[in-house]
DNA sequence: CATAAAAAGCAACAATGTTGCAAAATAGAT
DNA sequence: ATCTATTTTGCAACATTGTTGCTTTTTATG
């Protein structure tokens, strides 16, 4: 695990810190998706509220992880499978919000369908968000 | 224009009020999808922040706009065109997400697609964004 | 016009996000 | 191992966004 952070880090030539290990270790250890509170939660250390946004910002930039919109005013980051680089994600998964547990999970199997747009539109990307109950909850 | 507004709030049982007319006339008189903000800077009279807020949402729950999901903390809201009601939304078309001008659009035609899940989650709704670059500035 | 019910406004507050700058930590070279 | 340039953090101050309870105002209706 603490091989993992480290090789992340390196492979994107980000110096090795406190809250870059910690918030990766977070994310390694954890199913489903984080939100910046929920990171500030789940950190027993406190990281300043600013480290936190800058360090989810540049782990974003990396492509180390990748954000899912929502419709509840609070982005969840997730991290990249694929091997996403600086300034290019190429993940193109579907992503599913519980409406029970609220946790959001990467689909990574499911991939974002073909869609066709009106003429005039360049498409540069898509996402797809599915609600519902997931696998625990409905168990 | 009038007659439509005083006709969806009768039709939904809402009573008149400015804060719901104005609001309503921009959403009919707009193009785009409007974020909270959007709505508090183009209203020219100024309503209270907390009253844009409740209209917002009683204009969701009535099935009169609905939400668009975004990753960058500023849920947009738009007219609902298909019948949606109390509590039951059920327009399945596409959002647009402009990287230039930054508007969102309802692509009313552009159906969401079926899909997949792996065994065990149960789907109860799917949102599809596309971000990419809009007619009106790709010209 | 009177009245009950609904909505708006206000105040106070909580949560979230941003910026500039000084202090601390890190990587890399001696 | 120590020094040093560079990067990152923490802090402070602030801006924006969102929430709640309560009072006043507005609306619908007889
Ligand atoms: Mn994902
Ligand atoms: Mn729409
Ligand atoms: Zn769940
Ligand atoms: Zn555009």
Redesign the pocket.
Known sequence: MKEDITNI??RN????????EK?LQLFLSNDGAL???DI?KKAG???????????L??FTEKGIIHTIPTAD???RYALCKDNCSEGHHHDHHVHFICQQCKQTFCLDDVVTPDIKLPRGYALSHIEVVAEGVCRQCKR
Do not use: C, P, W
Not at 13 to 20: E, Q
Not at 45 to 55: K, S
């Open positions: 880090l390196k030539s980000l110096s090795l810190t406190a809250s870059r918030i939100s910046h509170g500030e250390e406190r990281f300043d509220r600013v480290t936190v946004y800058r360090t910002q540049t005013n609070a982005v």
